[in-house]
C-alpha cells in the first residue's frame, strides 16, 4: 500500500484558515488522492479526493503539488466542529485494492 | 442526506459467544466494508465485498469472522467465538464504485468480557 506522511497533530484558532499536509513521496500515477476525517466518537467521514488538479467542495479545498508528491487539506474557516483526526489516504484508480489504508492522521484541535 | 446505519449502537458478550453486526447500506451502493478500530488505535480494514462475494479480507479477517448480505438491504458481520481483543469499534461502510468516496456509519462498540 502507498504510504503517506502526515504530522501528528496541528493546531488552529476558530475561523482562521487550516492547511494540513499530507506527503505522498511514492504515490503512482493511478493513485487517487483522498481525505477523510473522524470526529470523536464517530465513524470515518470522506472530505474530498482529486488525482492531479486542484478541487474545491463545500467541506474543504485540496491542493495538489505539481509532481503530486505532496498535497494541502485546506479548510477555510475552521470551527469548533471541525476538531477531529483527519486522514490522507492514497487508492489506485486502477482498482487493484478497494480498501481504505487509514494511517494515523493529523489531529487537529480548534481554539476557542 | 443518505446514511449508513448499524445497530446495535453498542453491545456486551461473554468470551466465545457469537454476536452479529449488523449494517444498512445505503441503498444503491454496490461495495461494502467492515472495519474495526481498538481503542486509541487505527482503523483498520476488514472485508471488502462486492457481487455477493468477498473481494478482498485483511489477516485479521480469519475464519472465526464471516459476511452476509442476506437481503436486498442489510449486511452483517459474524463473530463466531469472540476473544477479549475482539473488543473494539466496528465501522460497516459502503461506495457506490470502487473509486468514489466511502460511506460509513457510526459503529458498533463491541465490548468481549
Known amino acids: 500500500d502507498a504510504k503517506t506522511t502526515q504530522p501528528n497533530s496541528m493546531e488552529s484558532n476558530e475561523e482562521e484558515p487550516v492547511h494540513l499536509p499530507c506527503n505522498h513521496s511514492?504515490?503512482?500515477?493511478?493513485?487517487?488522492i483522498h481525505w477523510y476525517r473522524q470526529l470523536p466518537s464517530q465513524g470515518p467521514e470522506y472530505v474530498i479526493h482529486?488525482?492531479?488538479s486542484n478541487v474545491n467542495n463545500r467541506m474543504a479545498s485540496l491542493a495538489i503539488a505539481e509532481d503530486r508528491k505532496s498535497s494541502t487539506l485546506i479548510l477555510h474557516r475552521a470551527t469548533l466542529r471541525d476538531a477531529a483526526v483527519y486522514y490522507c489516504?492514497?487508492?489506485?484508480?486502477?482498482?487493484?485494492?478497494?480498501?481504505?489504508?487509514f494511517g494515523k492522521g493529523t489531529k487537529l484541535t480548534v481554539n476557542p | 442526506e443518505p446514511e449508513v446505519t448499524q445497530t446495535p449502537s453498542h453491545q456486551v458478550t461473554q468470551m466465545g459467544q457469537e454476536v452479529i453486526l449488523r449494517c444498512v447500506p445505503i441503498?444503491?451502493?454496490?461495495?461494502f466494508y467492515w472495519y474495526r478500530q481498538i481503542l486509541g488505535q487505527k482503523v483498520e480494514f476488514l472485508v471488502s465485498f462486492y457481487n455477493n462475494e468477498i473481494s478482498e479480507k485483511s489477516e485479521i479477517f480469519d475464519d472465526q469472522f464471516s459476511v452476509e448480505r442476506p437481503d436486498g438491504s442489510n449486511f452483517t458481520l459474524k463473530i463466531r467465538s469472540t476473544k477479549l481483543e475482539d473488543s473494539a469499534m466496528y465501522f460497516c461502510a459502503s461506495s457506490g464504485t470502487v473509486n468514489t468516496e466511502a460511506f460509513f456509519g457510526q459503529g458498533t462498540r463491541l465490548t468481549v468480557v
Open positions: 511514492t504515490i503512482s500515477g493511478t493513485d487517487y
Open positions: 441503498s444503491n451502493h454496490l461495495y
Open positions: 489516504i492514497l487508492r489506485d484508480r486502477q482498482g487493484g485494492s478497494e480498501k481504505l489504508v
Open positions: 482529486g488525482l492531479t
